[in-house]
């Protein structure tokens, strides 16, 4: 089990710049499968960026370019810095990790509680 908790976001302009952090509440060395979605309101839930198994990095199409993720895993954070921000990356960033629990064999997805993110004038 584990527990995300995301911190960075805000009001930011056109063309501005934000770093989003996720804090894990355990060791996430041996975690691959950890990034950031957003969900605008009326959307689905999207993929922002994530890392995957074999040290591969997946982009949303709408952020490529623009948006680079990254992680510590000396202090357990994963970070999304953000730039060029448009008024369309205004949402709700969400910290997501999925985790192999053991006794049962299956993955579990945890969800961090979510973080504002409004780019505006």
């Known amino acids: 089990q584990v527990q995300l908790v995301e911190s960075g976001g805000g009001l930011v302009q056109p063309g501005g710049s934000l770093r989003l952090s996720c804090a894990a509440s355990?060791?996430?060395?041996?975690?691959?499968?950890m990034g950031w979605y957003r969900q605008a309101p009326g959307k689905e839930r999207e993929l922002v960026a994530a890392?995957?198994?074999?040290?591969?990095?997946n982009y949303g199409d709408s952020v490529k370019g623009r948006f680079t993720i990254s992680r510590d895993n000396a202090k357990n954070a994963v970070y999304l810095q953000m730039n060029s921000l448009k008024p369309e990356d205004t949402a709700v960033y969400y910290c997501?990790?999925?985790?192999?629990?053991?006794?049962?064999?299956?993955?579990?997805?945890?969800w961090g509680q979510g973080t504002q993110v409004t780019v505006s004038s």
């Open positions: 890392f995957a198994s074999g040290g591969i990095t």
């Open positions: 997501h990790t999925r985790i192999l629990d053991r006794a049962t064999m299956t993955h579990i997805n945890y």
């Open positions: 355990r060791s996430i060395f041996s975690i691959n499968a």
